[in-house]
């Protein structure tokens, strides 16, 4: 069994700043491609931004040069930090991990079960 659990979410005023955390955790071989995501009430789940295993990241546009995400392969942890946070930015966030749990099987995809960020302007 895996489990993605994320922390770091809250109430923050517009220009602030948080960083959020994906800990994975459990029977797992190989963590692939990572990402955060995130569902605004009324919308679609939209990638907020994703990194390889060897640290290649891409960002949505709305969140280029505010977003950072990072990751610890040793530790089984994703980060994002969030700087100069907007209103629009409210959102529950959700991490994503593509992940083998071991060597005969192929990658499966796992989510977090997501963290609320709120922007207050």
């Known amino acids: 069994q895996v489990r993605m659990v994320e922390s770091g979410g809250g109430l923050v005023q517009a220009g602030g700043s948080l960083r959020l955390s994906c800990v994975a955790s459990g029977s797992i071989f190989q963590i692939n491609d990572m990402a955060w995501y995130r569902q605004a009430p009324g919308n679609q789940r939209e990638l907020v931004a994703g990194?390889?295993?060897?640290?290649?990241?891409n960002y949505a546009d709305s969140v280029k040069g505010r977003f950072t995400i990072s990751r610890d392969n040793a530790k089984k942890t994703m980060y994002l930090q969030m700087n100069i946070l907007k209103p629009e930015d409210t959102a529950v966030y959700y991490c994503h991990a593509k992940i083998r749990r071991n060597w005969a099987l192929l990658e499966d995809d796992y989510w977090g079960q997501g963290t609320q960020v709120t922007v207050s302007s």
């Open positions: 990194i390889t295993t060897g640290g290649r990241t």
